[in-house]
């Protein structure tokens, strides 16, 4: 393990991992520690949609070989309410921007084989007890239980229940929160594209989303409790549910087939406004989370890490500590764009059986104007294809 880098990085998720990739193109020495194996964080399923920024950055480092090769490129989304179904042509209501499908697990993949290509040592996984330490002074540490990394600045990249914001202490911690009364339950099933891009319905029942993975499986997703046991969630019983979500008027059929994975994953908006402590920076989902149905969750992390690449390049270049000090404010604009765009696409599309028939009323109203109003389409699809993003 090394022991003496100049940004020692907590976590081998989309965060660290890009960070690594940025600090390295600049020349600056940096390391991950990683808690979990490197089969387990590649064989984690969660997000799926990347944003045109991202992309087309993974490509300029030179990350992008597989997935211009694999993924799918879609040029909009259906809104599907009322059995009707709306598309939004994304290239014509942004300027000729779209979305990639490409699962994040495939992203951790290409990350990590090219990370560990330029440097066999750039990574450590499976460590025990690991901690940011002294970083409100001069020369923190990163501790573990194989020992310590000494570095100029530690990122905390190291998820939602990582060590890295919970060391910040409790009483300097500005947070905002609001968890919502539903999760959702997602499968991968062996069965080709019911449709070539994503639908995202609004039902009685619940919400459902059809999402794609290659042409052998799709990924889907139902609204559900969160305290849900999956044990209660049968094949039939999933399969009836998004028939009845998904159904339409017009000719469309859903195409089912085995399904050989599935998960229930709670859902909340989160924001932790104090992204720096002294010398140690907060990244992605230790200091924000949103709701999945935005398709933001990943996209956030990666801007995080290329205003603090930016930041960091800045101070070993010319001593100056200006970006380092504005990198939470930079962030926090984009965040809260993301969070507001998260929370709106979830508030709407789910079905809150705590909301007053009232508010129930207004989404739809909100639906039917995305689906009759050019102007309302534009606001959603140049949020959903990724505000802009100077990398
Ligand atoms: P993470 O991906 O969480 O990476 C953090 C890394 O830090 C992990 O590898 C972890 O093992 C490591 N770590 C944690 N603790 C320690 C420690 N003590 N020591 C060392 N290492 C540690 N977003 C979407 O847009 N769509 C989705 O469908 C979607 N589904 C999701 C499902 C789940 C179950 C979760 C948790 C998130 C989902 N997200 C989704 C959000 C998206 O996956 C995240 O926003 C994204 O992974 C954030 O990347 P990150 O690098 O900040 O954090
Ligand atoms: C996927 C995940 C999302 O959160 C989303 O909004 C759209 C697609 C996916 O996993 O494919």
Redesign the pocket.
Known sequence: MKRKVQVGIIGAGPAGLLLAHLLHRQGISAAIVEGRTREAIEGTIR???LEQWTVDLLIALGLGERLKREAHFHDGITLRFNRASHHLDFPALTGGKRVT?YAQHEVIKDLVAALLEKDPEAIRFGVRGVKPRDFDGDHPAIETEEGRIECDFIAGCDGFHGPSRQAIPAQHLRCYETVYPFGWLGILAKAPPSHHE?IYARHDRGFA?L?TRSPEVQ?LYIQCDPADDLAEWSDDRIWNELRQRLETDEDWRLTEGPIFQKNIVAMRSFVCETMRWGRLFLAGDAAHIVP????KGLNLAAADVVVLARALESYYRTGGTGLLDSYADTCLKRIWRGERFSWYMTTLLHKNDAEEDFVQRIHMADLDYVASSEAAQRALAENYVGLPMEV
Request: no cysteine.
């Open positions: 997000a799926g949609v499908v994503l989303l999402s990924r999945p149905t935005g398709a």
